[in-house]
């Protein structure tokens, strides 16, 4: 279940649901698809649930709630994907086993949220640390970052923002950089217009593929009137992976926060795993992935200046393009296929649902 993540949010829908379903299981799966204009998927069952937006998350956390109490006695196990539907199966008796699969640092996102009044931040973060200690007593735990582990008394297995990578890649070209992700003003939106206004000289275009936060949509969308960038807004990740393919590099621009400081932007590794170098801001994990593989270029917070110095000198250098564009996708092959991290997942929520691989379906 989930009510903030879009129904096909790569690592519910095309990794964890994609890798049970594989295995032979039956997937139930509720989300917000009318809200988000989608349907599921012809492999899962669908639910539809309200989304959880900005204050309006009540009457989302209510309607999960009554899901699951419906649905506790068809399931062998229910994974959640956000801290408000820790609500939703609190307390409900005769429940299977419930997993939450920690996406993040809860209580330093908090500090990312323009909706939450300032004021309000340092009380909720504190019932977000309580939510998350509650949780794992009561709960099993999933970990996206093996950096959240410091928040928890007990270890938990960590199953990593991986990605699928492709047999095959093709080379970096010299006419595209790309941004694929959420869009807001901490993860770079508005560097990444400026970026576009100094590359158009050059005639290398700035793609961005995906879904903007309010505040971030108007910006957007001048600049896409202005002639600046291409905005695709959300694609779903089957899709807006194959528009990584021969992009002169990618970019991930984060803003130094603190929920981003441990975590290491997925983005790099799927930009990695297209054969495409690595335009990133220096959060710590980031940098430690493309200084390891040499497979791009660091450059300092939001400075557009330096993104764009750091395009042109790849576009210019077709030799050492390719060169890092290989060593990521060879490093992102070796160390970073989800299909190497999805068995012990499978094999995780098996054993917590007390089901055996070989035979029957179940959810």
């Given at each position: ?19 049970l379903v594989d295995a032979g299981h039956e997937v139930t799966y509720a989300a917000p698809y009318t809200a988000r204009g989608v349907v599921p998927r012809s492999w899962v069952t669908g ?166 936060d309010p505040q971030s949509r108007p910006v957007l969308n001048q600049a896409v009137a202005d002639g600046v960038l291409e905005w695709r807004d959300f694609m779903p990740n089957d899709e ?124």
């Amino acid at each position: 279940m989930t009510v903030v993540h879009h129904p096909e949010d790569a690592r519910i829908l095309h990794r964890q649901i994609r890798a049970l379903v594989d295995a032979g299981h039956e997937v139930t799966y509720a989300a917000p698809y009318t809200a988000r204009g989608v349907v599921p998927r012809s492999w899962v069952t669908g639910v539809d649930l309200p989304r959880a937006a900005e204050r309006k998350r009540f009457a989302a956390v209510r309607a999960a709630r009554n899901l699951f109490k419906r649905l506790r006695d068809k399931v062998d196990v229910a994974l959640i994907h956000d801290p408000e539907l820790l609500f939703a199966v609190a307390g409900v008796r005769r429940r299977p086993p419930v997993v939450w699969d920690v996406h993040e640092d809860t209580p330093a996102t908090l500090s990312l949220k323009p909706w939450l009044p300032r004021l309000l931040r340092p009380p909720v973060r504190a019932l977000a640390r309580v939510l998350e200690g509650t949780a794992e007593r009561h709960l099993h735990l999933l970990l996206a970052e093996t950096a959240y582990a410091g928040r928890f008394r007990q270890a938990h297995l960590v199953v990593p923002n991986e990605t699928w990578v492709p047999d095959t890649v093709t080379p970096p070209g010299d006419d595209r950089v790309v941004y694929l992700g959420w869009l807001s003003e901490a993860r770079g939106v508005r560097e990444a217009v400026e970026v576009g206004r100094l590359l158009q000289p050059y005639r290398v275009t700035v793609e961005l593929i995906g879904y903007a936060d309010p505040q971030s949509r108007p910006v957007l969308n001048q600049a896409v009137a202005d002639g600046v960038l291409e905005w695709r807004d959300f694609m779903p990740n089957d899709e807006a992976l194959k528009r990584l393919d021969g992009a002169l590099a990618g970019l991930s621009l984060l803003h130094d926060e603190p929920n981003y400081r441990h975590s290491m932007p997925t983005k790099i590794v799927e930009y990695m795993a297209h054969g495409i170098p690595v335009i990133t801001t220096p959060s710590p994990r980031a940098v430690e992935l493309v200084e390891r593989y040499h497979s791009g270029m660091v450059v300092p917070w939001e400075d557009a200046q330096a993104v764009a110095k750091a395009v042109l000198a790849l576009k210019d250098d077709e030799r050492e393009r390719r060169a890092q564009g290989a060593r990521g996708y060879s490093a992102a092959r070796a160390n970073h296929h989800w299909p190497n991290s999805a068995r012990r997942f499978v094999a995780q929520l098996e054993a917590w649902a007390g089901v055996r691989r070989a035979g029957a379906k179940k959810r």
